[in-house]
């Protein structure tokens, strides 16, 4: 299976890529805990059914120490016992900010309510930034058809060069 364009073979889709990896950074590079970055950008990309993200923050989360049955659970997190009240919170972010035509006014007041509980104003801002980014990622790979299957942690490093 082979995708249908490849975003790193063409001069203005690799500028782009490039472009985007970097503004990965500035998340990835924030307070919000790398274990619940991880947990959201797998929630969000589950629920679009983005097979090479969902193949891509499973071995990242893996290779970052998260544990299989936590990431076996994200899926059903509510009925889970292993995820804290922090990570319950965005998730259910990344859940609101991903459906947003689901939901009449986005993300529900009470779930805003539980992620100001218990992330910061940089963590919150990190928050945001990571469910808009992941739901472009999703949305790329899968108009292009991105095929799973074949990430290996850290084989994207080259991009933030």
């Given at each position: 299976m082979d995708a249908r364009f490849n975003m790193?073979?063409?001069?203005?889709?690799?500028?782009?890529?490039?472009?985007?990896?970097?503004?990965?950074?500035?998340?990835?590079?924030?307070?919000l805990p790398k274990p619940t970055q991880e947990l959201v950008s797998l929630r969000a990309s589950q629920i679009n059914g983005c097979g090479f993200c969902v193949d891509m923050h499973?071995?990242?989360?893996?290779?970052?120490?998260?544990?299989?049955?936590r990431l076996n659970l994200v899926a059903a997190w509510r009925e889970a016992t292993v995820f804290t009240d922090a990570e319950r919170a965005a998730l259910a972010l990344a859940e609101e900010g991903t459906r947003l035509a689901d939901h009449h006014h986005g993300v529900s007041d009470e779930t805003w309510a539980q992620v100001?509980?218990?992330?910061?104003?940089?963590?919150?801002?990190?928050?945001?930034?990571?469910?808009?980014?992941?739901?472009?990622?999703?949305?790329m790979n899968v108009i292009v058809r991105n095929p799973a299957g074949s990430y290996e942690p850290g084989m994207f490093a080259s991009l933030t060069n």
């Open positions: 790193f073979g063409n001069e203005l889709a690799a500028k782009f890529a490039k472009r985007f990896v970097a503004a990965s950074l500035v998340i990835d590079g924030s307070t499973t071995k990242d989360a893996a290779a970052a120490g998260e544990s299989s049955v100001r509980k218990h992330y910061d104003d940089d963590q919150v801002a990190a928050l945001v930034g990571l469910v808009a980014l992941i739901n472009a990622a999703n949305r």
